[in-house]
Each structure stands twice: as C-alpha cells, then as structure tokens.
C-alpha cells in the first residue's frame, strides 16, 4: 500500500490566508503582523486585552516513553483539536516549534503527521519566524557582555573560573560541548574554559516560555545568575546591565506565532524548550492566549509523561496557574510490542503476548497522571499493521488501570478518524472530575522534591548524589531558592537513567551528575546519568539527505 508522505501531503494543503484564520479567533488583523501569508504573530496589545475573559478547558497530549517505533503524540496533539472542531467545539492547538539540530540529526519535524499537521510544514521546521535566532542571540549577547566585563577592568570582580554562563547554537555539535576561550594573548582576554549548550536547552528559552509579557520577560532575564565572585556571591544578567539589550533582541519573539493545521483550524506554535533538558512545554503567553479564545485548548508536553507530563503539571501549571481539565496518554500497539521486547525489524508481525509484556510502561504513565488528579484517557495511535487482537489487548489492560483507551485514525483519515477521542474528552472536561495538584509543595526542600519525583515518577528506589551537590542544594535554599520547583534532565527513553531499560522498571536509583540554578526561569536543573545538554549528530545524519529538487521545494528533512 502507497502512501503520501507528510511533506507530500502538506504541499497539497488548501491553506487560508492568515487573516482568515485570525478573524476565526476574534483577533483583528490590525493585531496580527504576518510573516507572509500563512503565518503571523499576535500583538501583544491584543492579548493584554482579552484578560478578563474567561478561560477555555486545558488538555494535555502526553505519551508513554519514546520508542523507535513511533507514537505520534504531536500528530495527535493536531488531529485532537480537529476533532474537537469537526464536533462543534472552537479548540485550538499549542504546540512547540521545531529545534534546527534534531531536524538535520536523526528526529525529524515538529509539526505532526499524515492528515493531521500544522502548516507551513517546511517554515515551521526550519527558521520559521526567527523566534529561535533571536533566543540564540540574546543568549550569546550575555555571553560576550560578561567576558567584555572581565577583559575591561571586572568591577564586578567575577571569578572567571566560576562563570557559569555558557553559550548556545541550534544545531547539534559534540565539538562544542567543551572548549577553551580568550586564547591567544592578552589582546583577547582572559582564557578560560566553558562550552556551547543546544540553544533550546538555554535557560532564555525557558524564561521566554515562561513569562507572561515583556515587562516579566525583563525581570526574569535580569534574574539569571551568570557567574560567582571569589566569596562566592553571585553575579546577575542586570549587574552586567545586559537585560535591556535582551529583551530588545526578544521583543518580536516574545509574540506567539499564529499559524494553522491541514483542516484550517487556528495553532499557535511558540517556543520549543527541550524536554529531557529543559520543562519541554510551549509558552505561557500562547496557551493563556488561546484559552482566552477557545472553548478547548489541546497542548503536548514533551517525550514521555515521566519528563514532559511532570514538568507540565509541576513547572509550568504551577508557574502559570493553569488547571488542565483532561489528559490524553498516546501509545502505539507497536511500542506496546517494542517494550515487550520485539526487535523493531518484527512489528509487523502480530503478538499480543508482547503487547500485554509491553503494555505496564503504559500502566506506569495512566497511573503518574492520575497521580496529579487528572481524569485520563488513552490514544491508541493506530497503525495499518495493528490487528484486532492487539487493540483489543491494550483497550482490555487500559481497562483494568479504571481508563479507556480509544482507536484514534486521525493520521489517515484526519478530524473524522479521531472523534470518539474528541467526544470523550469533552465527557472528561465537562465532568469536573479535575482536582489537579502538583506533585510537591514550594516548601518541601530541594533534595527532597529530587527524592519525591524519583520515587513516586520514576519508580526508583532512591537518588544517588555527592555531598557537593546536596550542599549546593543546600546553599541555594539558603540563598533563597529552596521555594524553585526541579526540572530533570535525563533519558526521554526509560523511566530510569539508563536508555536501554524499557517497560516499567522497579529497584533503580537516580545518578545526579549536576545541579544547575536557572533563576530566571525560576527552576532547579538536575542533570542525570548521561544526558547530554548540547546533543550530537548520528552517524548517518538526515543533513546528508536534505536538499533542494529541481522544483525548489525542500527533500530529505521529513
């Protein structure tokens, strides 16, 4: 059976002009500044505009731990609110833009699959709107201000060795990750030594995604600790004078992007902060945009519901005040069978006792969500080669953990393959069976939350750290910070630290390697096992394919 691919199927999208997509929302067009005609950013004077009105109903897309066998959680992210449309609901999507570095490394795009898909596809995963370019901007701005300050006299008396600001590029590059600066005499400072981040790991991509306005945006930029003196007291971005400069390079950024999907219906894509990194969730300022002019707001939180799930509801519901209604656990009958230990060259072949093997990494995740007193369902994904047999093995075990789990053909079929997912969805917001509540309080100590997410996310059996990281643990509460909610970086792929343990292990400990202060983005960055924050390419990286056709149109990149 032949099928169109994504790009395929996007080139033959019947788009409307922006605008259009714009007055469906209630957004004047003199409040929309087009880039070009299929997309647009919302002016920040309309959105302090709609804060009296009431907030549509949050729904979070979340999904079990990725497998190299696809789950589709942004393509049913979009297919979601199509549905939700088709069946008379005024829903939008929020969704994350698209990082450069995975793109030409091995992930591919951003923008969802088959019949349910944002568009501009090609836009969308390459330099969109420059939101990106003007993160990596600001963010390098503060890098050359800060070694600027030292080479012309350090009034501020940074210690260089404990400049702790490092830089950033939207691309994967090992070489990067540890270098040596200022060489090569006196005329180019003083050497030291740091490295390059990816640029959606830096922490001015999650302030941005975190703030409400520029005015917030400001203070939060200035709030970020880039070096330390010799007593040990930390240096700020508003001490070296770089956050006005920031927020300037920022401004245009700071607006969400308006765009739509296959079915014309309004997406915001805005912001793209890594979620095995950083809190993996699209910008404040676009989902409390939407819900202010939607009935239904569908959002994702990024990889699987133990990192994106868990800084969704712990970092940005918690930032944000935002109370999700519902949430939606994608998987896929060939995960299932992948977790159920199939090599990935033996999907196609039926195995439901594999399916039941595989099917506790989704049990674990149905029973994490619940855990923050969100009603849940499950979306099975559907794949040509499923057979009855199997779906019926996942809709029997997600029974037995007191969910449903739904057969959703949104990739096939778009809004019309997915509307009992969408009319069950509006049964669970509509129910007020919401009591959502973070997983820990403000108060509770730094090492202790770490603890808490470990044990009660993960399923581990404790965290393993040296007393250099507890103490500066300690420090930091001392300092003020003990109230900042942990975001873990750590392998999208397993519940424990380690890549290659799939389904839903038990008797794992959690390795801290580091902790990192983002006091601008108001969290604790606690780096685990081998995760890296400036990723690498592949051996074989999907750059070496992309190009352009004799057409002009871009191949290779989905």
């Known amino acids: 059976m032949a099928f169109k691919t994504d790009i395929e199927i996007a080139r033959e999208a019947k788009k409307k002009p922006i605008m259009e997509i714009g007055a469906k929302l209630g957004i004047p067009a003199e409040h929309l500044l087009p880039y070009g005609h299929d997309k647009a950013k919302v002016g920040q004077e309309f959105i302090k505009s709609l804060a009296g009105k009431p907030d ?87 890098s050359a201000m800060i070694d600027n300050h030292i080479y012309w006299g350090n009034d501020l008396e940074i210690d260089a060795r404990r400049v702790v600001w490092r830089r950033v590029m939207d691309m994967n590059d090992r070489a990067l990750r540890d270098i040596v600066v200022n060489l090569g005499g006196v005329s180019n400072g003083f050497p030291r030594q740091t490295g390059f981040d990816i640029t959606v790991a830096s922490e ?22 880039v070096a ?9 971005a508003r001490d070296i004078k770089a ?63 133990d990192l994106g799930a868990e800084k969704f509801f712990d970092i940005k519901c918690r930032k944000a005040g935002l109370k999700p209604a519902a949430a939606v656990i994608v998987a ?50 559907h ?78 059996d404790d965290v393993i750290a040296d007393k250099s990281i507890r103490d500066q643990l300690k420090t930091w509460e001392a300092a003020g910070y003990g109230h900042l909610p942990i975001c873990v970086a750590k392998t999208q792929y397993s519940f424990t630290t380690d890549p290659t343990v799939r ?13 990192r202060l983002s006091a601008g983005a108001g969290f604790i960055v606690a780096i685990c096992g081998e995760i890296m924050t400036m990723p690498g390419l592949p051996k074989v990286p999907s750059a070496e394919v992309i190009r352009l056709n004799a057409d002009g149109n871009v191949e290779g990149l989905f």
């Open 56 to 142: 549509g109903k949050l729904i979070l897309v979340t999904a079990i731990n990725p497998t190299p066998a696809g789950e589709g959680k942004t393509t049913t992210t979009v297919g979601l609110g199509d549905g939700l449309n088709r069946i008379g609901k005024k829903a939008v999507v929020c969704i994350r833009e698209a990082s450069l570095g995975p793109n030409f490394g091995m992930k591919g795009g951003a923008a969802g699959g088959g019949y349910a898909q944002v568009v501009p596809m090609e836009e969308m995963n390459l330099h969109f709107t420059g939101d990106f370019h003007a993160i990596t901007s600001a963010h390098n701005l503060l």
């Open 332 to 381: 896929t009958v060939r995960a299932m069978k992948m977790n159920g230990g199939v090599a990935k060259a033996d999907l196609g072949a039926e195995n439901v006792e594999a399916v039941k093997k595989g099917c506790p990494n989704l049990g674990r995740h149905i029973g994490n969500v619940k855990s923050f007193g969100v009603p849940v369902v499950v979306a099975i994904n």
């Open 243 to 305: 956050d006005g400069a920031m927020t300037v390079l920022l401004k245009d950024a700071m607006q969400p992007n308006l765009v739509q999907t296959l079915e014309n219906n309004p997406a915001f894509v805005h912001g793209g902060p890594f979620a095995n990194i950083a809190h993996g969730c699209n910008s404040v300022i676009a989902t409390k945009t939407a819900l202010k002019l939607g009935e239904y707001v569908v959002t994702e939180a990024g990889f699987g519901a």
């Open 503 to 515: 389904g839903a292990p038990t008797g794992h400990t959690v390795p801290v390697r580091e902790v």
């Open 204 to 225: 001015v991509m999650a302030i941005l995604c975190l703030s409400n306005d520029l005015e917030d945006l400001q203070k939060r930029l200035g709030d970020i600790v």
């Open 383 to 460: 794949f040509f080669s499923d057979t009855d047999a199997e779906i019926a093995a996942v809709k029997a075990y997600v029974a037995e953990q007191g969910a449903e789990a739904i057969l959703c053909k949104h990739w096939a079929h778009g809004s019309a393959g997915i509307e009992d997912l969408a009319n069950k969805v509006v049964q669970l917001a509509e129910s007020g069976a919401a009591n959502f509540a973070p997983l820990y309080p403000d108060e509770m100590p730094l090492f202790q939350k770490l603890q808490t997410i470990a044990k009660r996310i993960y399923h581990a």
């Open 228 to 236: 330390y003196t010799r007593a040990k007291t930390p240096i700020y």
